[in-house]
């Protein structure tokens, strides 16, 4: 049986007092929306149809053909707005699933749950309630003495005594598609003025057909973001998630209260991670690293057996066994060797260290090209920038490069050269010579000026 999924997106979100939509804003790194979609594609729905309707421009930039798109252009109602997926929907699948976009912490197993319930069930829709003492506004579940359900009723439609009951809506339905196309229409015009979905029970009722309802099993599932307090409660729920898995996987964590790690990172076995390390977007790290605490890594890879003490960590890559920090600062581009060891306040930009490369001190290296084995000394750097362009610094292998050396690019530096302490390296320097002063000179043509 063939499974769409419908996602409502089409509200503003207005409590969340945000020029930003509500379902663009970002969760574990991700914009909110991501994380329902990725759970309904791993629940069988390979291109869900999101109902845009405020800034469907903004979203579509986000996800771009990841999905389909139903444009709601006035919003009158959940009702109104699943209609609006029918045109592409109407003869495309066996079972339509329905949920909400400001539901991000559904799992795809609770969602299979949902679709195997409705698969067995004589009905036409089946749907997940949440059990709670805090009513939240939420729909109530209307049950018969012998507990089939008969509605859902709207808060503001309550009788006081509906207002007791706890089970709650959590809009999160699946309904046999030809059932839910042929009735869509049947949903009368509330007091408010929009269609309601949630009418669709009762209509089922009246013709005499089952509904099926189960609570949740977990309601942290069930937690819907309308205001940005809501959103903090969901991005703890879903830290606590990522880190027990990586925690399963082998990951030690001193403190995973204080770990923030973004979904889709990937982190290999027995890597320590130290409190208040962020891990973000495109990023691997490998196994047997020690990282943190205060670090900062961005869609970087970094290889086995790494320490990344105290340092930001952005668009690089390390290969294995390299050290670096504390404060450390890796820049687009920067590309470290094996067992690069790179000092307190070292930066590296669009560069290439090779292996055994050491960076002790405070340095900057930009649009270089350094290699293996390299000694770089305190203070050092590549003066790459001559206010209009960048220009490249090559250092050919063991290289010794004194302290405070200034290496005005573009720049050539021979093999085994070796410069003087404050050195300002203005021209190439030849393989195996010595080169010291300002501007800085061949030490046999500056012991020829001294005597
Ligand atoms: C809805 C349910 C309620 C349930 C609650 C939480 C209805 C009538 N009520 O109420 O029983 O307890 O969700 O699950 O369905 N949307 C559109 N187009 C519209 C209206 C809404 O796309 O025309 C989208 C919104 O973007 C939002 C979602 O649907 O993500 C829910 O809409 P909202 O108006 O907030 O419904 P609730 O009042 O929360
Ligand atoms: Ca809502």
Same mark, same amino acid.
């Given at each position: 049986?063939?499974?769409?999924? &419908? ?17 663009? !804003? ?40 990841? &999905? ?7 919003? /009158? ?11 592409? =929907? ?7 699933? %329905?949920?909400?976009?400001? #539901? ?6 609770? =969602? ?24 939240? @506004? ?25 207002? /007791? ?34 009418? #669709? ?28 307090? +809501? ?15 990586? #925690?399963?996987?082998?990951?030690? #964590?001193?403190?995973?209260? %204080? ?7 990937? &982190? ?45 960590? *952005? ?7 390299? *050290? &670096?920090?504390?404060?450390? +600062?890796?820049?687009?581009?920067? +590309? /470290?060797?094996? $067992? ?5 306040? $070292? ?23 350094? @290699? *293996? ?13 001559? @206010?209009?362009?960048? !220009? ?60």
């Amino acid at each position: 049986m063939k499974t769409a999924t &419908i996602i409502l997106a089409a509200g503003k979100g207005t409590r969340m007092r945000s020029q930003l939509l509500k379902v663009l !804003h970002p969760l574990g790194g991700k914009p909110m929306l991501w994380h329902s979609l990725r759970e309904a594609q791993q629940a069988g729905s390979e291109k869900p149809t999101v109902v845009v309707g405020f800034q469907a421009e903004q979203v579509k930039e986000a996800f771009g053909d990841q &999905i389909l798109y139903a444009l709601q252009e006035e919003q /009158l109602g959940t009702g109104h707005a699943v209609m609006q997926a029918r045109p592409q =929907l109407e003869g495309q699948a066996d079972l339509v699933l %329905v949920m909400l976009g400001d #539901m991000p912490l559904l799992q795809a197993e609770t =969602l299979s749950r949902l679709i195997e319930m409705q698969r067995t069930n004589p009905g036409p829709v089946s749907m997940l309630t949440v059990m709670a003492d805090d009513p939240r @506004g939420f729909g109530r579940i209307v049950r018969s003495p012998a507990g089939e359900v008969e509605a859902i009723v709207e808060e503001a439609d309550c009788t006081l005594e509906q207002l /007791l009951i706890n089970e709650l809506n959590i809009s999160l339905y699946c309904f046999r598609a030809d059932w839910l196309w042929e009735n869509l229409a049947r949903i009368p015009l509330s007091a408010k003025g929009e269609y309601y979905l949630t009418d #669709m029970i009762a209509i089922a009722r009246e013709q005499g057909l089952p509904v099926q309802a189960a609570a949740i099993a977990d309601p942290q599932e069930a937690l819907g973001i309308n205001t940005r307090v +809501h959103l903090a409660e969901a991005e703890t729920i879903l830290r606590r998630r990522i880190n027990r898995a990586w #925690m399963e996987a082998g990951v030690t #964590m001193i403190d995973p209260a %204080v770990t923030y790690i973004e979904a889709g990172v990937q &982190i290999g076995p027995d890597t320590i991670l130290h409190p208040n390390t962020y891990l973000q977007g495109d990023t691997a790290i490998g196994a047997g690293c020690e990282i943190g605490p205060g670090t900062v890594i961005r869609s970087s890879q970094v290889g086995d057996d790494c320490r990344i003490f105290s340092s930001v960590v *952005e668009f690089a890559r390390l290969e294995k066994h390299v *050290e &670096i920090g504390p404060y450390a +600062h890796l820049r687009k581009g920067a +590309h /470290l060797g094996e $067992g690069v060891h790179l000092g307190n306040f $070292g930066e590296v930009k669009n560069s290439h260290l090779a292996a055994g490369v050491k960076m002790g001190h405070f340095s900057y290296i930009g649009d270089a090209e350094i @290699g *293996e084995n390299v000694n770089i000394g305190a203070g050092t750097i590549t003066c790459n920038y001559d @206010g209009k362009n960048k !220009h490249k610094t090559v250092i050919e292998k063991d290289v010794f490069i004194g302290s405070d050396t200034m290496l005005v690019a573009p720049l050539h530096i021979g093999e085994g050269a070796r410069t003087g302490a404050g050195a300002v390296v203005t021209r190439n320097v030849e393989k195996g010579t010595v080169v010291v002063g300002v501007p800085a000179k061949k030490l046999k043509d500056v012991d020829h000026e001294g005597g």
